[in-house]
């Protein structure tokens, strides 16, 4: 680790952690409906909406009132994605003339963007149309993660209520995250972008000389830049931890991030709300401690894997080593695995950057995980497999993470032989049995999945690198989609029918799966009484829980997929050892 590389990774906590809790305030006002200076500008549209609507906002509802209106509103979304991909060819704003979507990738597409996964399968560039960008894409992107934010602000009230029937109401959440956050944010953060070169145009793509002109006849003296509306989307893809790039290559392309401003920013983003969340959860439930100690856990794991990550790819191929290749730092390179990484970037802003995004289920890149070293990609895959709590998605990150403080807090009520508690709430069987439930479904669709894939002809076809590094792939895409994270190591061919349709399920069962046991949960503890606080209570903001919470999120994720991880990532590191002798 470089001086320089240091000074990078601390610029980036310092600024994430400084900003987070004046956002997580802001956040916690939005849910509470207290005044706040948006409110008088948008307040009048927010009402707007209700009427048009026939929504009481006041109304409460119960979880399963508040499951049934968030399932009908998703597939509601999703069908819409799903038509415009199918119908594009005969709808405006397609100046390239982009041919209608095939019937398995546009539900895949329309699932993936519907989950807040992003998992894409197709080229952007070359496959979808201005219109299904930004009517159908973009606009998910804002409700997808508006949706993440209502279940937690749903969950975060289940421990606020005290012999309650409801836990909010699903349409007032969702609509006051996308107005008072998401959209005020992103539309910040568009002009930024604007001002840093990202394109931001309804033109067709530009046919422009190049720049060193070619002597022959025989080659060609031009090419063609796709351009289009990609700045709106870019903002929303990394404050929503949505992921989805407007071109190919997602955030590595120049056109989506030119220049060192616009990288950090859009790193930055990354993880501002889910971190910022915490203190939302902390000011909601009356004890900013406990917003302290659930970002602290999330932190000390992200720094930690991120430094594994920097070490390996910092190291280098040791096999290239030993050909002789120069891979140490210099004044004239940055050293280590630059395989699949810009060098305007380099090693620490790549390594940061792939494993934020892996912790906060965004799942945009700007190097190419699959050119990691072994050791160095297994990082982002066991970040994704820990259940995406370590940030994760918006909403779904820190609900996941308290689902892990509830079964924390069972494990040391065992220790001590009595009824657990959290914030005031017992945690009894029902809850239990829930967090169970949220903890082995992506477990089964990761190691699932992948067992399939590898059994049948259509996903052993897929795959352009046999072996261990094959395996990965497959481990890597189906850890990707359960995780609702999107990111994928290329070499697997996922644009054809088998894994459009496994991965699509994967995505919906790792999202909904979870959604309904944690609402389930919530309403459980809405509708129970607070007992208070004896010398038996155990502290849920000292360091101890938080290295009791840490342990239990490790521990799940390493009993639960250590065995395939040694099946990819380190017989791959083996081998790649071995081969520099």
């Not at 095939?102 to 952007?124: E, H, I, L, P, R």
């Amino acid at each position: 680790m470089t001086g320089n590389g240091l000074l990078q990774i601390t610029l980036y906590f310092v600024a994430l952690l400084l900003l987070a809790k004046p956002l997580g305030v802001y956040m916690a006002a939005v849910y509470e409906n207290r005044p706040l200076l948006l409110k008088r500008i948008l307040g009048p549209l927010e009402a707007g909406f209700y009427r048009l609507s026939g929504v009481n906002p006041e109304q409460e509802m119960g979880w399963k009132s508040y499951a049934a209106a968030l399932l009908w509103f998703n597939l509601f979304g999703g069908l819409t994605v799903f038509a415009l991909q199918m119908l594009q060819a005969h709808l405006p704003l397609n100046p390239q003339q982009m041919a209608n979507v095939t019937v398995d990738s546009a539900f895949n597409t329309a699932v993936s963007f519907a989950t807040n996964t992003n998992w894409q399968g197709y080229s952007g560039e070359t496959t979808m149309s201005y219109l299904t960008q930004m009517l159908g894409l973009s606009v998910q992107n804002f409700v997808s993660a508006a949706t993440g934010m209502a279940v937690l602000v749903a969950m975060i009230r289940g421990f606020q209520r005290t012999h309650a029937d409801g836990i909010g109401n699903f349409w007032a959440d969702l609509t006051r995250g996308t107005l008072y956050i998401l959209l005020p944010l992103s539309f910040v953060l568009a002009l930024v972008l604007v001002g840093q070169g990202v394109v931001q145009t309804f033109k067709p793509y530009q046919t422009v000389p190049l720049v060193e002109q070619v002597s022959t006849a025989t080659e060609k003296t031009t090419q063609t830049l796709a351009v289009g509306p990609a700045a709106s989307q870019i903002a929303i893809k990394q404050l929503g931890t949505n992921g989805g790039g407007f071109f190919n290559a997602n955030s590595a392309h120049p056109f989506e991030n030119p220049t060192p401003l616009s990288n950090f920013l859009e790193m930055l983003l990354l993880i501002l709300i889910p971190a910022a969340l915490c203190h939302t959860f902390g000011t909601m439930v009356g004890d900013p401690r406990q917003g302290w100690a659930i970002l602290s856990a999330m932190t000390l794991v992200l720094v930690s894997l991120l430094f594994v990550t920097v070490g390996y790819e910092q190291g280098g191929n040791p096999a290239l080593a030993a050909l002789g290749v120069e891979q140490s730092v210099s004044v004239e390179q940055s050293g280590g695995n630059m395989e699949g990484k810009e060098t305007r970037f380099g090693i620490v802003n790549s390594a940061i950057w792939a494993t934020a995004t892996t912790a906060a289920s965004n799942g945009s890149v700007n190097s190419m995980h699959d050119s990691y070293t072994p050791l160095g990609g297994l990082i982002p895959m066991w970040l994704m497999q820990l259940g995406e709590v370590i940030f994760g998605g918006v909403g779904s990150g820190l609900y996941g993470m308290l689902i892990f403080a509830l079964i924390a807090v069972f494990v040391a009520g065992l220790m001590i032989g009595r009824t657990p508690e959290y914030l005031g709430k017992k945690i009894e069987a029902f809850e239990i049995k829930m967090a169970a439930v949220v903890i082995l479904i992506p477990a089964f669709f990761i190691l699932g999945g992948t067992a399939l894939a590898i059994m049948v002809e259509a996903g052993k076809t897929a795959v352009a690198n046999p072996g261990a590094h094959g395996f990965s792939e497959i481990l890597y895409a189906f850890s990707s989609a359960a995780g609702n994270n999107g990111s994928a190591f290329a070499g697997l061919s996922a644009n054809s029918p088998f894994y459009n349709t496994a991965l699509g399920f994967t995505m919906l069962f790792g999202r909904y799966g979870i959604i309904i046991p944690v609402l389930a949960i919530a309403g459980s503890l809405a509708a129970k009484k607070t007992v208070p606080t004896t010398v038996g209570t155990l502290p849920t903001h000292t360091p101890l829980f938080v290295m009791l919470l840490i342990g239990t999120v490790v521990l799940v994720g390493a009993l639960t997929f250590v065995p395939a991880l040694a099946l990819g990532p380190v017989v791959e590191h083996l081998i790649m050892s071995a081969a520099k002798s």
